[in-house]
């Protein structure tokens, strides 16, 4: 019993830590699908650009954790500002296949640059003392990082939802997801109303790149190698959901980890069967509109 | 709204229905172009025919993905799974029953159809981001089993061992590639007059106009989703041939013929030929690779920046690919008398 | 007529020389230049790049090596053997050499076989390649080279008790048996045995399911890369460092490249392997500058670099033996046996009987070293052939 108990315990508690990295890079995927019907592939560059300023800005120049983080999540919302006008927008009427391709092919150019400035091997993550090693919670002890990592995205979430649902601005996107025409007609200028959803889901998905890079490791095929978990997460989660996409970190990143401690042999199957059921069960996702 | 065919806004408002199918059917002379590059190209670069036999696979690959990408509007990043299918049928029937190709062939192009039938069945219900994430999701799954199940696989090391035999007891697979390349060209000659026959047929017109409009057609009574995976079926048994194909000429497999890379590339190739259109398949396929063989040896890092930046400028100003960019030239040529 | 004939032949040998010195001797290599593997490629080219400088100018009078580079894109064994068939037939190419991956290398073998091009492997490591063509020598290692000595040395050196994880694919497989056999021959105990998803992103699951088992000892192998440092990193947050479980692998676990990158948690990791850029042998040291001194301070050559490097001096050989008139059969008989006790990695063999190669393994902690993470060597175990060719009987 106290073996299945600590085990459980460890499962939980390293799959929330997976789905909460998951959830800060996707969420703002989620949100540009459901609000302008673009379908980003390549919303992990911003994740990996959020990764390399972090860690350069680390590594290189000394700052400390925190700044950078921040820095970087400023840093690629303004950059995808200018993306989202000068590219992005001139795409939202298109077909999915156009936009599928015109994202591919913003992750290749990502990919050489990356290359080219950094070189080709993984960045390295240094956490500061204070966040490195275990923490002891009495009954047992955890890695510090993790720990951390659980606590602030939590935070994160929460001021999300809050200003999704009490804020002016949230009404406005909520309003936009549910029904754009009707949204414009009573006056709400989407135009700009997009620029800033785009630029925040980018800014998040920087954090999420900067915050987990000690779990996903940064490396020019990073916008590549993870885009995969990222769509099964908006997939599943629903389309312009918010919480749809929480929902779905937190089953995938659990059930994820669930198998890989209890049967590694089918440890890679699981989460593709798994979002293939999800998805053929609810076509949608579990938050999404049908 | 999916890259429009120029072809199909070009027809007067005159024609019957019936006159512009069998108008459609006629072989236009330029139609004939493509076949005299291949043969030509024995001829004058005999150096080059193991390029030119796998510039032909995935000719024949990028065929079977037109014709659920291009005419029925069917988004895949999946369609490795389908070609990785049939390579790996055809290497392990080579290995453990006959080395005879051409019943390999056929074994390659039905296991590839069955997975595409049965997968086609159940993922066709969906459309969108869906439909995109399911096809990975079922890439990444079949990719996997394929490593798993290394005792028939050979998982990552590869199917070792494959020796094929004589083409009809007759013609050895050499090393020039000679054998190869003729048998490629003639196996995508024949894939290429059915594919012909059938875009043409009534059943691909229908397809065409699922991709225009699914709610017209559901309202004149078309089955839409039988014959959605029907097309998705046929291009698995064609995606199967190509991997069949790739396998018997360079007798081998291993597991990058699953990967999601070659699905990526596939789709690269056929929007940079043109979509929807048989030949852009032809012209993308051939470009992509000669361009990947010269130009990647020069720039290796920087060659993928620029499939990145030419995959950006087609979506932005040259939705029809190269053969789109020579229909709008002629089209310029032909107004100015 | 008598005077005539030997008048030509002596004309003949007389101008032989000349002829020589219009030797070209080509050599094809295929290796990955491009696509998120090409690190590993570019460690083999740098070192083919030194070593054609330092020593391009002892060639025989009038012999050039032309290298003719292809880029196989990664594990893509439809692209190597076709840039091999043109390597072969339309560039003409004496040798063939490089390969980083497996698959690639085993498409290519039955090519080199049938046009009696010698075929040196610089890397690609499952223990059976050699095994594929008569005309394939290797240079790079087996894992089980490096596992099977170490499973040996483990339990000889009081770990009882030992966790297997490894990558699950071929090598991570021979890894896994190799480690095994070794050290359950010897009397150890195999407590648990775990294969990761080769694509994985988080180790953290399958670190705390080694934790909660309490081995003395976690034998790993995954690809040298980033999944290595992924994994030290798991191990050191989840603290199995601090439950007293060692971590020990093939050397491939703890490249130098790497290990900058590992932070102290890699700081005592025990490996096995054949190569370690901090060795303090005279040869190796000045290789080692050498490298620096081309491609920055900055830069380490790691295992791969000394696969190009000696492969390299076992081409050059077979070209200054043959005076740049290559013939495959002499090639492979000039390799069969061919010595080098000069190699950055100490003393080395073409075995004659399976022409794989024979070499050191070294038994390596991480330490730190002038401020910097290395592997120090501190234990020989000399000489090893492929265990698995010897257990196997397999030539």
């Known amino acids: 019993m106290d073996v299945f108990f600590s085990a459980s315990i460890s499962i939980l508690f390293h799959g929330l830590a997976f789905a909460m990295v998951l959830y800060i890079i996707s969420v703002g995927l989620s949100v540009t699908m459901g609000l302008m019907g673009f379908a980003n592939l390549a919303h992990g560059v911003f994740a990996m650009a959020g990764g390399y300023l972090t860690t350069t800005a ?23 500002v200018v993306l989202e006008r000068f590219l992005y927008a001139r795409l939202y009427g298109a077909g999915e296949l156009e936009q599928v391709l015109f994202t591919i092919g913003l992750i290749f150019m990502a990919v050489a640059v ?5 070189g ?3 960045q390295r993550m240094l956490l500061p003392a204070a966040l ?34 009490r804020t002016n601005f949230g009404a406005q996107v909520r309003a936009a997801v549910d029904n754009r025409r009707m949204a414009e007609s009573l006056g709400i200028n989407t135009g700009r109303l997009f620029t800033l959803t785009f630029a925040l889901g980018s800014g998040l998905a920087a954090l999420g790149g900067g915050l987990g890079a000690d779990i996903l490791a940064i490396h020019p095929a990073y916008a590549f190698e993870y885009l995969v978990y990222f769509l099964m997460v908006v997939a599943v989660g629903g389309l312009g959901s918010i919480r749809g996409p929480f929902v779905a970190a937190v089953l995938l990143g659990v059930s994820d980890t669930a198998f890989k401690y209890l049967v590694p042999e089918v440890g890679a199957f699981v989460i593709y069967i798994a979002v293939i059921g999800l998805l053929l069960w609810r076509p949608a996702g579990l938050f999404g509109r049908a | 709204m999916i890259f429009k065919r120029p072809s199909s806004s070009d027809s007067a408002p005159s024609d019957s229905a019936v006159e512009q199918m069998v108008r459609s059917h006629r ?25 030119g036999s796998q510039i032909l696979i995935m000719i024949l690959f990028a065929i079977s993905l037109d014709l659920i990408l291009g005419y029925a509007g069917i988004i895949t990043l999946g369609h490795s799974a389908l070609f990785g299918v049939g390579a790996y049928a055809a290497g392990i029937y080579a290995l453990h029953v006959t080395g005879e190709p051409l019943s390999g062939l056929v074994v390659a192009a039905v296991a590839a159809g069955i997975v595409g039938f049965v997968s086609g069945l159940v993922i066709l219900r969906t459309h969108g ?63 290429w007059l059915f594919a012909r026959l059938l875009v043409h047929s009534p059943f691909g017109r229908s397809l065409t106009g699922i991709r225009e409009n699914v709610t ?26 190509a991997g069949g194909l790739l396998t018997h000429t360079t007798q081998f497999v291993g597991l990058s013929v699953l990967s999601f890379e070659r699905s990526g590339e596939i789709v690269i190739m056929l929007i940079l030929g043109g979509i929807g259109r048989l030949y852009g398949a032809f012209v993308g396929a051939a470009v992509y690779m000669i361009a990947q063989d010269e130009l990647a040896k020069a720039d290796p890092v920087f060659w993928y920046f620029w499939i990145g930046l030419l995959l950006v400028l ?6 029809g690919g190269i053969l789109g960019l020579v229909d709008q030239a002629l089209r310029l040529v032909r107004r100015k008398p | 007529m008598r005077f005539w004939k030997s008048l030509i032949a002596t004309a003949a040998v007389a101008l032989l020389p000349w002829a020589a010195t219009a030797q070209t001797v080509k050599i094809g290599i295929i290796n990955t230049y491009s696509g998120p593997n090409a690190t590993l490629g570019e460690q083999i080219d740098n070192a083919i790049k030194l070593y054609t400088k330092e020593y391009e100018k002892n060639l025989p009078p009038g012999v050039k090596i032309e290298l003719i580079r292809r880029d196989d894109t990664g594990p893509n064994p439809d692209v190597a053997k076709r840039l091999a068939q043109e390597l072969i037939t339309r560039d003409k190419v004496n040798m063939l050499a490089g390969v980083v991956w497996t698959p690639n290398a085993a498409a290519i073998a039955p090519l080199a076989t049938e046009a009696k091009i010698p075929f040196m492997i610089m890397n690609a490591g499952t223990a059976a390649i050699s095994t594929m063509s008569p005309y394939i020598a290797r240079v790079s290692f087996t894992l089980w080279q490096s596992s099977h000595p170490f499973g040996i040395w483990a339990a000889k050196n009081n770990i009882k008790k030992a966790f297997i994880a490894v990558s699950d694919y071929g090598p991570g497989h021979d890894a896994e048996a190799g480690f095994e056999k070794g050290f359950t021959d010897n009397g150890g105990q195999i407590v648990g045995k775990v294969r990761m998803p080769l694509a994985n992103p988080d180790f953290v699951p399958f670190m705390q399911r080694i934790k909660d088992s309490a081995p003395e000892a976690l034998f790993v192998f995954i690809p040298a890369g980033r999944q290595a440092t992924a994994l030290m990193k798991a191990f050191g947050d989840l603290g199995l460092d601090k439950a007293g479980i060692k971590l020990i692998g093939p050397g491939d676990i703890t490249t130098d490249e790497e290990l900058p990158n590992m932070g102290d948690a890699a700081i005592g990791v025990i490996t096995m392997h054949h190569y370690s850029a901090a060795a303090t042998r005279p040869a190796n040291q000045a290789f080692v500058q050498a490298w620096k001194r081309e491609y920055g301070p900055n830069t380490t050559p790691a295992f791969m670099a000394v696969g190009g490097w000696d492969g390299m001096a076992a081409i050059y050989h077979a070209v200054r033996e043959q005076k740049g008139r290559i013939d495959g059969d002499k090639t492979m008989a000039l390799w069969k046996g061919w010595k080098n006790d000069q190699s950055p990695r100490g003393p080395i063999m073409i075995d004659p009987e399976t022409r794989d190669i024979v070499q050191n393994e070294y038994v390596r902690r991480v330490e730190r070293v002038g401020g910097a993470l290395a592997n120090v060597e501190f234990e020989t175990i000399p000489m090893v052939k492929d265990p698995w060719k010897v257990i196997n009987n397999r030539k």
Do not use: C
């Open chain 1, 132 to 165: 490195s090693g275990q923490i002891d919670f009495g009954f047992r002890s955890f890695p510090t990082y993790r720990t951390f990592l659980i606590a602030i995205s939590l935070v994160l979430i929460v001021v999300l939802w809050l200003g999704i649902e």
């Open chain 2, 129 to 191: 981001l869906t439909l995109l994430m399911l096809t990975l999701a079922i890439t990444f799954l079949i990719a996997e089993l394929a490593n798993k199940a290394g005792f028939i696989t050979g998982g990552a090391d590869g199917l070792q061992g494959i020796a094929m035999q004589e083409i009809f007891g007759q013609f050895r697979f050499d090393m020039f590639g000679r054998t190869a390349y003729v048998y490629s060209a003639v196996v995508l000659f024949l894939v």
């Open chain 1, 114 to 118: 990356v290359r080219y400035i950094w």
């Open chain 2, 314 to 319: 087609i979506v932005m100003f040259a939705r």
């Open chain 1, 120 to 122: 080709p091997l993984p």
């Open chain 2, 27 to 51: 072989l236009r002379p330029l139609e004939l172009l493509p076949w005299i590059v291949v043969v030509g190209a024995y001829f004058v670069f005999p150096e080059y025919l193991p390029l």
């Open chain 2, 216 to 241: 017209r057609m559901h309202a004149i009574g078309t089955p839409v989703r039988k014959r959605l995976v029907t097309v998705y079926t046929i291009s698995a048994m064609l995606a199967g041939l």
């Open chain 1, 58 to 80: 680390m590594n290189t120049y000394g700052v400390p954790f925190g700044f950078a983080l921040v820095f970087a999540a400023v840093a690629v919302a303004l950059l995808s």
